[in-house]
C-alpha cells in the first residue's frame, strides 16, 4: 500500500529586500510613536536603573535622544545622550546602503568587525557610564541624561 504524504508546504520566497524593510518599518514606526509622545526632561526618569539607583545607564535618555533626531535637533539629542546620538545616523546609513543593495539585486555582506573594534567600543560605553554619573564638573554634567 502506497501513502504519498506532503509534510511541509513550500515556503514562500520573499525578495531580498523584505527582511530590511520590516526592520525600517519597525523603527520608523517606534520613531514615529516617540515623537507624537514626546518624551522631556520632567525629571521623572523612565529608566530603571535612574529611578531606582539615580545611576543612567548607557541608553538613559534615549527617547529623548530619538525625539530630538527626529525633528532634527543634533545638539539636543547629543545632550540626552551623545553615545546614541553618534550611532543611530550611523546604523540608518548601514541600513540605507543594505536596502539599497538588495533593492538594486546586489548581494549585501555585512561588514566584519574585528575583536579590537568591539572591545573598544565596550570600554567606550563603559567609560561613557562611568564619566556621566561620576561629578566631574561640566562635561560630566553634559554627559548625563538629566542635563538640560
Not at 510613536?33 to 538613559?60: H, M, Q, Y
Not at 579590537?116 to 562611568?130: K, Y
Request: net charge neutral.
Amino acid at each position: 500500500m502506497s501513502t504519498d504524504y506532503q509534510l511541509e508546504a513550500p515556503a514562500p520566497t520573499r525578495p531580498a529586500w523584505f527582511k530590511g524593510a520590516v526592520i525600517g518599518g519597525a523603527a520608523l514606526c517606534g520613531c514615529a510613536a516617540i515623537a507624537v509622545v514626546n518624551p522631556t526632561d520632567t525629571g521623572v526618569p523612565v529608566c530603571w536603573s535612574a529611578g531606582l539607583f539615580g545611576v543612567d545607564c548607557p541608553l538613559c535618555g534615549g527617547l529623548r535622544c530619538v525625539n530630538s533626531l527626529v525633528r532634527g535637533d543634533v545638539l539636543a539629542a547629543a545632550d540626552h545622550n551623545l553615545v546614541l546620538a553618534i550611532a543611530l545616523p550611523i546604523v540608518a546609513v548601514v541600513w540605507a546602503l543594505w536596502m539599497w543593495a538588495t533593492v538594486r539585486g546586489r548581494s549585501w555582506t555585512w561588514p566584519r568587525v574585528p575583536v579590537w573594534a568591539w572591545t573598544v567600543l565596550g570600554v567606550g560605553v563603559l567609560a561613557f557610564t562611568v564619566v556621566r554619573n561620576l561629578d566631574l564638573g561640566p562635561v560630566a554634567h553634559y554627559l548625563a541624561a538629566t542635563s538640560g
